[in-house]
């Protein structure tokens, strides 16, 4: 488009210096009384026959009415050379925006969540930046809903397995001749009950954070004050399980959203308290590692643990290490990640107590010690 108009300017430009070199040369070769000194008079005189006698009125005498005229000739002579611009300009932009146009056309008549990139080629060179940009945003958009589609296939399949089981364990219990028979079926029910609503408290959350639509409401907050609230949530899950829940460390500031931080907590426990065996220990303080000595946060247990070349896929959501005997969806430590992620804090893992289990360390790096 740039071009074009260049184009058209040069060309009125162009026009320009030959009438005015030949109005010159006609000047020098034939004098004061020259084809284009008659026909610039012709259309002076025309143009003052146009104009009301009150505004020419003042003109009569000889001098007067040339230097009227010659300004009207002048007047005359611009406003064409404007028009011819103006026309010119508007053939330039027409023909540069002609490309755009088509590509208008072209995503009107596409079908809903259509991928494929626009086309570039003959569109304007300044447009083109939008273009590519937005064939950019196409390709987000297409890798955002495939991962919806997975997401959707995969959570179907995850809650396929429990709801079988409380249908099943109902049945039991209809048919259980027994008081005892029937108590038993029901207990079995209300565990697969409870792992179905964690279940989908985690897929939910899962969902929101993948699809990137919750705003960090960041608050100033005692991590080990906020760790504790959720510790005691699970005192009698980990009772049950005869596992010693505790809380270590210090004090420690972190900005961050409590609510989004409470979910990362509370699923790092319950993965914590679902493979340890007889500790698991929550620990917040600051990273002395660091020079700015950002807060951090530790979930560890005495597990099984987790082999080293294992430990980065059990971050993908749905995996589960292969062999492994504790029950879990396998979206807890996805979940995790993704608030990381969300509050700019790298994950790492290393070992658990004495050697054995896993520890899961969080680094709210950015952050340093007040």
Not at 275 to 297: I, N, T
Request: proline share 4%; with cysteine.
């Amino acid at each position: 488009m740039k071009w074009r108009i260049l184009a058209a300017l040069g060309v009125t430009v162009l026009l320009a210096w030959l009438v005015s070199i030949s109005m010159l040369l006609s000047y020098l070769w034939h004098g004061p009384a020259n084809v284009w000194d008659q026909q610039l008079q012709v259309i002076g005189d025309l143009i003052m026959r146009l104009l009301p006698p009150a505004w020419t009125g003042s003109a009569d005498a000889a001098m007067e009415h040339l230097k009227l005229r010659a300004i009207l000739t002048a007047l005359a002579l611009n406003t064409l050379q404007l028009a011819l611009v103006g026309l010119l300009m508007a053939w330039a932009v027409r023909a540069s925006l002609r490309p755009l146009a088509h590509t208008a056309r072209e995503l009107g008549r596409r079908d809903s969540f259509d991928p494929q990139p626009v086309a570039v080629a003959g569109v304007p060179a300044e447009i083109r930046p939008l273009i590519v940009a937005f064939n950019g945003l196409l390709g987000r958009v297409e890798t955002a809903l495939q991962a919806e589609r997975s997401f959707i296939a995969d959570a179907a399949h995850e809650l396929r397995t429990p709801l079988s089981a409380l249908q099943t364990h109902a049945e039991n219990a209809l048919r259980a001749p027994t008081v005892e028979q029937k108590d038993a079926a029901l207990a079995k029910l209300l565990e697969v009950s409870r792992r179905s609503n964690r279940l989908a408290e985690q897929l939910l959350d899962l969902a929101r954070v993948d699809a990137g639509l919750h705003v960090l409401a960041r608050e100033r907050t005692d991590l080990r004050r906020l760790a504790a609230h959720v510790v005691s949530e699970f005192q009698v899950e980990a009772e049950r399980r005869g596992i010693d829940l505790v809380l270590a460390g210090e004090p420690c500031e972190l900005e961050c959203d409590i609510d989004e931080i409470g979910v990362l907590l509370r699923n790092l426990i319950d993965n914590a308290l679902r493979h340890g065996r007889g500790r698991v220990e929550v620990h917040c303080g600051y990273d002395l590692r660091s020079a700015g000595r950002p807060p951090l946060l530790e979930v560890r247990d005495d597990g099984a643990g987790v082999p080293a070349e294992e430990r980065e896929a059990i971050f993908q959501r749905f995996y589960r290490v292969p062999g492994g005997h504790a029950r879990g969806s396998g979206i807890g430590l996805s979940l995790v990640a993704g608030i990381a992620r969300l509050h700019r804090a790298t994950v790492e893992t290393c070992e658990g107590h004495g050697g054995r289990g896993l520890c899961v360390r969080i680094v709210f790096q950015g952050q340093a010690a007040a």
